[in-house]
């Protein structure tokens, strides 16, 4: 192994411990936990981030059209005129030049950038609170999912039970043979659903692994579940609250301001543009003969577009036509936030509804199940009871399971359309430990390649790389931090879970 490989080693193990890698064990997973590795390990999270960064990129670059301008020239000439020998020269000039007026174009294009900024910011935060919400559907789509099963098994033993029962009862003489048959098809038709929800359960712990960015094979234990929360907010405050929070329509709002300020540099064609311009320079002269000179030079300049065909006309009408467009797109956008939590909450209302109406159901098809199975058995039964039952049974667990997280789900809807921000510790992980894994994953990379090439190599000259780089104190002082960086991580995300 060469010495940078063997330094880094120390970084790949450190990076396949925050990477949560697969360990041969499973993964105990809370909610809160898998809220906070989403927020730090998303992809679609890290591409939006970078639309930050373009923002950023943009106003730099508008400011600098704004300032001191500084260009270098240097030129060679020859001339010949008829009568005279040929003349050969060469020119030399430093020049700063910065805008005076333009009719507030650089300033408002200014402005427009720090709104993008802005924009950029909100529409980080609302990918950070929408994957939010994407996390908690997903959690407990797939805790939903797997208490199904545990509802779909328990048919398929309570019809293994009754087929042997029923074959019991046959093979006494006590029942017909169509019972045995028919008792045969539910069962199977019990274990196709119980396929499926297991299928469905699956699918659903996929798709959570995709959001948290983990191993897609990593085995989960979903440790939090459904706790009843009552929400008391009434629905016209939800909606008061989200037209003064939600990050996307504050995010239209800055988009309004930058049409309008588009208008206004639109306008700037009709005014003059005034810039000032200096600097030094110098001329010499070699043939015919030899000479040279050296002078500064300043002024003021004035361009003036008296006629341009109607282009400053046209440009303006668009840019006024876009101001108009983004004010009903606010508009727009209010209306579906309006009519996005009525939906949200009206479901949530519903689903409370529906557990509360069915929290004594359960008990009640567990008692009558036992009297229609323990009256078949005693013969003052028959066959269409047990199913009917049994059924009714599954029904109604299943009922109430949909109705726990149906309220669940869409009482994360109406906080999601409210624009209810993140806690601190979801911010701290959307923050800071996103830099950090985006460091981890991107020095993985690189010890990924490192090791390629090791393993290339025999395993003598590795070995004696190895040694060498143990010699080195800066290779040692570079795995020194990585593991401290390692356990310090490794104690923070302990003790926020």
Same mark, same amino acid.
């Given at each position: 192994?060469?010495?940078?490989?063997?330094?880094?080693?120390?970084?790949?193990?450190?990076?396949?411990?925050?990477?949560?890698?697969?360990?041969?064990?499973?993964?105990?997973?809370?909610?809160?936990?898998?809220?906070?590795?989403?927020?730090?390990?998303?992809?679609?999270?890290?591409?939006?981030?970078?639309?930050?960064?373009?923002?950023?990129?943009?106003?730099?670059?508008?400011?600098?059209?704004?300032?001191?301008?500084?260009?270098?020239?240097?030129?060679?000439?020859?001339?010949?005129?008829?009568?005279?020998?040929?003349?050969?020269?060469?020119?030399?000039?430093?020049?700063?030049?910065?805008?005076?007026?333009?009719?507030?174009?650089?300033?408002?294009?200014?402005?427009?950038?720090?709104?993008?900024?802005?924009?950029?910011?909100?529409?980080?935060?609302?990918?950070?609170?929408?994957?939010?919400?994407?996390?908690?559907?997903?959690?407990?789509?797939?805790?939903?999912?797997?208490?199904?099963?545990?509802?779909?098994?328990?048919?398929?033993?309570?019809?293994?039970?009754?087929?042997?029962?029923?074959?019991?009862?046959?093979?006494?003489?006590?029942?017909? =043979?169509?019972? $045995?048959?028919?008792?045969? /098809? %539910? !069962?199977?038709? #019990? +274990?196709?659903? @119980?396929? &499926?929800? *297991?299928?469905?359960?699956?699918?659903?712990?996929?798709?959570?692994?995709?959001?948290?960015?983990?191993?897609?094979?990593?085995?989960?234990?979903?440790?939090?579940?459904?706790?009843?929360?009552?929400?008391?907010?009434?629905?016209?405050?939800?909606?008061?609250?989200?037209?003064?929070?939600?990050?996307?329509?504050?995010?239209?709002?800055?988009?309004?301001?930058?049409?309008?300020?588009?208008?206004?540099?639109?306008?700037?064609?009709?005014?003059?543009?005034?810039?000032?311009?200096?600097?030094?320079?110098?001329?010499?002269?070699?043939?015919?003969?030899?000479?040279?000179?050296?002078?500064?030079?300043?002024?003021?300049?004035?361009?003036?577009?008296?006629?341009?065909?109607?282009?400053? =006309?046209?440009? $303006?009408?668009?840019?006024? /036509? %876009? !101001?108009?467009? #983004? +004010?009903?797109? @606010?508009? &727009?956008? *209010?209306?579906?936030?309006?009519?996005?939590?009525?939906?949200?909450?009206?479901?949530?209302?519903?689903?409370?509804?529906?557990?509360?109406?069915?929290?004594?159901?359960?008990?009640?098809?567990?008692?009558?199940?036992?009297?229609?199975?323990?009256?078949?058995?005693?013969?003052?039964?028959?066959?269409?009871?047990?199913?009917?039952?049994?059924?009714?049974?599954?029904?109604?667990?299943?009922?109430?399971?949909?109705?726990?997280?149906?309220?669940?789900?869409?009482?994360?809807?109406?906080?999601?359309?409210?624009?209810?921000?993140?806690?601190?510790?979801?911010?701290?992980?959307?923050?800071?430990?996103?830099?950090?894994?985006?460091?981890?994953?991107?020095?993985?990379?690189?010890?990924?390649?490192?090791?390629?090439?090791?393993?290339?190599?025999?395993?003598?000259? #590795?070995?004696?790389?190895?040694?060498?780089?143990?010699?080195?104190?800066?290779?040692?002082?570079?795995?020194?931090?990585?593991?401290?960086?390692?356990?310090?991580?490794?104690?923070?995300?302990?003790?926020?879970?």
């Amino acid at each position: 192994m060469n010495g940078k490989g063997h330094g880094k080693l120390a970084l790949l193990l450190a990076g396949a411990f925050l990477w949560n890698l697969p360990t041969g064990s499973c993964m105990d997973l809370s909610l809160q936990d898998a809220i906070n590795t989403a927020l730090t390990q998303n992809t679609g999270l890290a591409i939006t981030r970078q639309d930050e960064a373009a923002a950023a990129a943009s106003l730099a670059q508008a400011k600098g059209n704004n300032g001191w301008k500084v260009t270098a020239s240097d030129s060679l000439s020859t001339s010949k005129n008829e009568g005279s020998d040929r003349k050969d020269s060469n020119s030399v000039n430093l020049r700063g030049s910065l805008p005076i007026f333009n009719g507030g174009a650089n300033k408002n294009t200014i402005k427009q950038n720090e709104y993008g900024v802005k924009k950029a910011e909100l529409s980080t935060g609302r990918s950070q609170e929408d994957l939010k919400l994407d996390v908690i559907k997903a959690y407990y789509n797939a805790l939903e999912a797997r208490k199904t099963i545990d509802v779909n098994q328990e048919s398929v033993d309570n019809y293994t039970a009754h087929y042997t029962n029923v074959q019991q009862l046959f093979s006494a003489g006590s029942t017909a =043979k169509i019972d $045995v048959l028919r008792s045969s /098809v %539910e !069962l199977s038709n #019990a +274990r196709q659903t @119980l396929i &499926k929800s *297991q299928n469905a359960y699956e699918v659903d712990l996929a798709t959570l692994r995709n959001l948290l960015n983990i191993d897609r094979s990593e085995p989960l234990n979903l440790t939090s579940d459904f706790s009843y929360d009552q929400f008391a907010i009434p629905l016209e405050d939800c909606i008061t609250y989200a037209f003064g929070h939600r990050r996307d329509l504050l995010a239209d709002q800055y988009t309004l301001d930058q049409k309008e300020l588009g208008v206004k540099i639109a306008k700037a064609g009709y005014q003059p543009d005034v810039s000032f311009s200096a600097g030094p320079s110098h001329s010499n002269t070699f043939n015919p003969s030899s000479d040279s000179s050296n002078g500064v030079d300043a002024g003021f300049s004035v361009s003036w577009n008296v006629f341009d065909s109607g282009v400053t =006309k046209a440009k $303006v009408k668009a840019a006024e /036509v %876009e !101001l108009e467009t #983004a +004010r009903l797109q @606010l508009q &727009k956008d *209010q209306e579906n936030v309006d009519l996005e939590i009525r939906q949200a909450y009206y479901n949530m209302r519903e689903a409370e509804k529906r557990l509360n109406s069915t929290s004594d159901a359960v008990g009640q098809a567990e008692e009558d199940y036992f009297i229609a199975r323990e009256k078949y058995r005693a013969g003052e039964g028959i066959m269409l009871d047990v199913i009917d039952a049994q059924l009714a049974l599954s029904t109604a667990k299943l009922n109430y399971i949909s109705a726990e997280y149906d309220y669940a789900r869409y009482k994360a809807e109406v906080e999601n359309g409210m624009g209810i921000s993140l806690s601190d510790l979801e911010k701290q992980a959307a923050g800071e430990e996103a830099v950090l894994h985006y460091e981890m994953s991107k020095r993985a990379a690189e010890d990924a390649s490192d090791m390629t090439e090791v393993t290339q190599t025999s395993n003598s000259d #590795a070995m004696q790389a190895a040694d060498a780089a143990v010699q080195q104190s800066e290779q040692e002082a570079r795995r020194a931090a990585a593991e401290a960086a390692s356990a310090k991580v490794a104690s923070e995300m302990a003790q926020s879970r």
